[in-house]
Every structure is written in C-alpha cells, then in structure tokens.
C-alpha cells in the first residue's frame, strides 16, 4: 500500500514515525498524527471537572474522570472526524489541503472507514458508561449536534457555532460527573466553550478561504473576511467573559482568577498576529489555543490545591 501522507499533517509526528504501515491509514483518519483536535475537545471536560473539585472545596479533580475524559475525547475526536471524513469526502477532494487524506486519497475505501467509526464510538460509549446516569443521558443528548455539524458548511455561514456547541459540550460533562446534575457555572463554562470555539475555528478556517469559496463551502472565515481578526477578538472577549461568569458563580479562589488573565492575554496576543491572508500562521494560531486551555485547567486545579 502507498504511504500517502497528509498534506497538512506535522511532519515527524508520531504516527508517521512508529505507526505500524497498515495501521497509518486508519491513525490519519482518526487524526492521530494532529492531536491538537482531541486536546481542544478534553480542555473543556478537564476545566469542567477541575471547576467542580474547587467548588465542592476538594483538593483536586477526580483523576479518575480525567483519565476517562482522556479516553473518550481521544475516540469521539476520532469518530468525529472519520464521520465528518465520510459526509465531506467530495468536498474534501476539491480542496488542496485536504484532497490527501485518507477517503479522497484512496487509502480508505468509505466501507472500511464506516466500521472503524462503528469502533471509535463502542470505545466512545464504554467511557461514557463508566459515569453516573445523569451524564450517560447528557452525553448521549450531544449526539444530535455531532451528526449535525458537517452538514451545516453547505447551510450556513455559521458551521463554527455547530461545531462549538459540539466540541464544548465537555464543559458541562466534568460538573455533571461530579454532582449528578448541572448548576449554573458549568452552563456559564459552556457558553465560554463555545465562543471561544468559534473564534479559534474562524483562525483555522482562514486556511482554507480561496478553495471553499470554490467549492461553496461557507465559513464565519469568508463570512468575516478582511475583519476576520475583529470578529475573532469579539469572540475571545465574550469567552472571557462567560469564564469569569463561570469562575465568580463557583465561587473560586485567586489562582484561578489569575490563570484567566493569563489565559486572556494569550488570547489577545492570538488576535493582534492574525494575518487572513496567512495560512500558516493561521494553523499556529490555532494550535496555540491548547496553551490557553492548559493555563485555563492548571490555575483550576492549583486553586484547589493552594
């Protein structure tokens, strides 16, 4: 079989380096050589779980739930994007950064993605049963949005709020595992989630501006256009503020406010080297935005400690 790699996969990473040849096809699929989307899908649920832990005026999250949400961001990531691979995959043949991967490039038939996504979900849904009922049933109520979201780029200009309602939905999973049942601050967190989701996938969409115009896909990107960075900024700040709602109704020490601030000027750094017409800068943009989650998550926690 060719070894046909992705075109905008890191080079070196760690699947192109120790994948066994058989299992690299599937690992590129499942988007294991770009960990970056896994690690913006946890940040949420580890946020959710250490904002529990400080609340309820423990020491520290549960490690067992973070190991949990580990496992699960890393299947559900990868279901994701198998899923969304299969819906796009005409799409994803018209565009230059992506007509190399798996599915467009032939390297795997739609037959055998479908049963590796059936695969990825069984791991997703045996974490999901390590819960308590009230978050089995929540997480089972996120499907709906998941399935939605690679439909919403041929709909509207507005798929990043799609996929922020998606990919956020784990700030409200940490709470629930703890206490059984939401409250107000992880209802706060979410809406942060999915703010600043938007505003990180607007940078990642800026890639790919020309050939989705081609191709007809929408994005806030196009939408947004030379005032892409305005936008996104607006985003970041209504994200902050949604954090701080968030943090004050939990009830949080001053680590964690500090770790906001942080987090807040990471994010404005974002903003001010935002060139739209700058694909590469515009990837490394968004993969600084696990950096900010990390900040985020760290200051919760060392609050709980301290």
Not at 173 to 194: E, K, N, R
Not at 212 to 226: E, K, N
Request: glycine letters at 10%.
């Amino acid at each position: 079989m060719t070894d046909i790699r992705v075109a905008d996969a890191q080079r070196g990473n760690l699947t192109d380096r120790y994948a066994p040849s058989w299992l690299k096809p599937y690992a590129r699929l499942a988007r294991w050589d770009r960990p970056i989307g896994w690690w913006l899908l946890l940040l949420p649920c580890w946020w959710s779980a250490a904002l529990a832990s400080v609340a309820a005026g423990a020491a520290l999250p549960n490690i067992g739930h973070l190991v949990l949400f580990f496992i699960g961001a890393v299947a559900m990531r990868g279901a994701g994007c198998t899923y969304n691979d299969i819906v796009d995959r005409d799409l994803d043949a018209g565009v230059a950064r992506t007509r190399s991967r798996p599915i467009p490039s032939g390297a795997v038939s739609v037959r055998a993605a479908k049963i590796f996504l059936l695969v990825q979900a069984l791991v997703g849904l045996a974490v999901l049963l390590s819960f308590n009922r009230f978050t089995i049933l929540l997480g089972i109520a996120s499907l709906g949005v998941v399935a939605a979201y690679p439909f919403m780029k041929r709909i509207t200009d507005w798929p990043q709020s799609v996929l922020g309602l998606a990919f956020s939905w784990g700030a409200l999973m940490g709470w629930a595992a703890w206490y059984g049942a939401l409250a107000w601050p992880p209802i706060l967190l979410y809406a942060g989630g999915v703010a600043w989701t938007i505003g990180y996938d607007t940078i990642y969409a800026l890639q790919d501006k020309e050939d989705d115009a081609i191709m007809g896909v929408r994005s806030t990107a196009r939408l947004f256009g030379d005032r892409a960075p305005f936008y996104v900024g607006l985003f970041y700040a209504v994200a902050t503020l949604f954090f701080a709602a968030a943090f004050w109704t939990a009830g949080v020490g001053w680590i964690a406010w500090a770790g906001l601030a942080l987090g807040a000027l990471q994010l404005m750094v974002q903003v001010r080297s935002i060139d739209v017409n700058n694909g590469e800068e515009a990837l490394r943009l968004f993969k600084s935005n696990r950096s900010f989650g990390l900040v985020l998550f760290l200051g919760l926690v060392l609050d709980g400690l301290f």
